[in-house]
């Protein structure tokens, strides 16, 4: 059974700073892993999506990376500002393909 | 990318009483799924909801509490009946497009609701 894991709960760093967000997966047979944002009492923003063949993907200031023999991607976040504050969650399909799992989240906080 | 518009937004509904939430898909999806996220939470996923057939529920969600409409490729509504205090949470709804697990999943903007 698929179980995905991100660690810190929660990180406060002061802007203008680089930093990485962690996401550990227990079965590396997956179809791809997506990074999502949700700001607080709203829904979902999906940020990236790494496909399983895939190493890593970029967005602007984000890089995803994805090492499917260690079960890890990260979130790096360039230059980081205080809009960039919410949290975010990794998930990805599990290996029957019939539903997502979740990661419990990372809450970023951006100070000015 | 596709668009959920879910509705309401927010609610704050009596004890005893029904809600019914709906979201519509700008394109038509094969899955969609209804989630719940408790204050503080992660999502914990409620059911799995495909067209033309009995949604799917997850342990410890059934469909009496739960009933999910999925009515068509573009639409679905999950009913949080005979509600709780406890049913407070914020409820969601996403879906894969027609080329499933290979594209991306999206939500749509959730549904806070309050019970008193």
């Known amino acids: 059974k698929q179980e995905v894991t991100q660690i810190p709960a929660a990180l406060s760093v002061p802007e203008g700073e680089n930093l990485v967000l962690n996401c550990s997966f227990t079965d590396s047979a997956i179809y791809n892993l997506q990074w999502f944002r949700q700001d607080p009492g709203k829904g979902l923003t999906s940020l990236l999506l790494?496909?399983?063949?895939?190493r890593e993907q970029t967005s602007g200031r984000l890089n995803a990376s994805l090492d499917k023999s260690s079960g890890r991607s990260t979130l790096y976040i360039a230059a980081s500002q205080p809009g960039d504050s919410a949290t975010y969650l990794c998930?990805?399909?599990?290996?029957?393909?019939?539903?997502?799992?979740f990661g419990s989240g990372t809450r970023l906080s951006i100070r000015p | 990318s596709a668009v959920i518009s879910q509705k309401p937004s927010r609610d704050i509904c009596q004890r005893g009483t029904s809600l019914t939430i709906q979201c519509q898909v700008d394109?038509?999806?094969?899955?969609m799924f209804w989630y719940r996220q408790q204050p503080g939470q992660s999502l914990t996923l409620i059911a799995t909801?495909?067209?033309?057939?009995?949604?799917?529920?997850e342990s410890g969600f059934v469909i009496d509490k739960f009933p999910i409409s999925r009515p068509n490729l573009t639409f679905s509504t999950l009913t949080v009946s005979n509600m709780s205090p406890e049913d407070s949470s914020i409820y969601l709804c996403?879906?894969?497009?027609?080329?499933?697990?290979?594209?991306?999943?999206?939500f749509g903007q959730g549904t806070r609701l309050t019970v008193v």
């Open positions: 998930a990805l399909p599990d290996s029957s393909a019939s539903k997502i799992i």
């Open positions: 996403s879906a894969y497009p027609l080329e499933g697990f290979s594209a991306e999943a999206f």
């Open positions: 909801a495909n067209q033309g057939s009995e949604a799917t529920y």
């Open positions: 394109s038509q999806v094969t899955m």
């Open positions: 790494i496909q399983s063949s895939q």
